[in-house]
């Protein structure tokens, strides 16, 4: 292979790599992230953590949770806590959520120190947040397709008949309401 066709294809891919990653510096860790993921990729993701410093008995765990715009949609997922946490090294968590979820607006990932990877014991976290691309907009109504204003509408008048009439057209009919009776004239 040509180094540098090599070199320039491991730009691009840097590059790429780049422009979708987002990273968050907190008080424990350094998180990296995806800042859009798109589900019909096909394709997961992955949430890496730095930890700043040794935890002794302390577990580093991420959870995945899916949210609504107005709020939380549900848990996604996890992964298996990463025992004996040192400092300065990079951990991996590898996620693939469905991405047909009823509103979801976005994905959460809780990232957090616990013993034994208990979320109920934990003593920092700190969420990221994975966005969603929107849908593509709908297609554009073709020039040719016309809609008419059709209905049947029926009035009932004060005087006991009802009245029926049709918007394609100009007249109205009016007959005797069903269990009417009839005047004396009209018979």
């Known amino acids: 292979m040509n180094i540098k066709k090599g070199i320039g294809c ?3 891919a840097f590059m790429a790599l780049a422009s979708w990653a987002a990273t968050v510096d907190c008080e424990f860790a ?3 992230h995806p800042d ?3 589900p019909a990729s096909g394709k997961g993701f992955q949430v890496v ?3 700043k410093e040794a935890c002794a008995g302390q577990d580093l765990s991420v959870h995945l949770h899916w949210m609504r715009v107005n709020g939380y949609g549900g848990f996604a997922g996890w992964q298996a806590p990463k025992k004996g946490v040192v400092a300065g090294k990079k951990y991996t968590f590898n996620f693939k959520p469905k991405g047909e979820l ?9 990232v957090f120190l616990a013993p034994g990877g208990d979320y109920n014991k934990k003593t920092v976290e700190r ?4 966005k969603i691309p929107p849908p593509p907009p709908y297609p554009e109504m073709p020039a040719e397709c016309r809609f008419k204003k059709s209905y049947i509408k029926i009035d009932e008048q004060p005087s006991g008949s009802e009245r029926m009439s049709c918007s394609r ?13 009839s005047s004396p004239s009209s018979r």
Do not use: M
């Open 30 to 32: 350094t998180i990296e």
């Open 49 to 51: 953590v730095t930890p």
């Open 36 to 38: 859009e993921w798109d």
């Open 169 to 181: 057209c100009t007249t109205t009919s009016t007959r005797p309401r069903r269990g009417a009776r």
């Open 102 to 110: 009823d509103n979801l607006h976005h994905y959460a990932a809780c």
């Open 10 to 12: 491991f730009a691009t």
């Open 127 to 130: 969420f990221v947040e994975i």
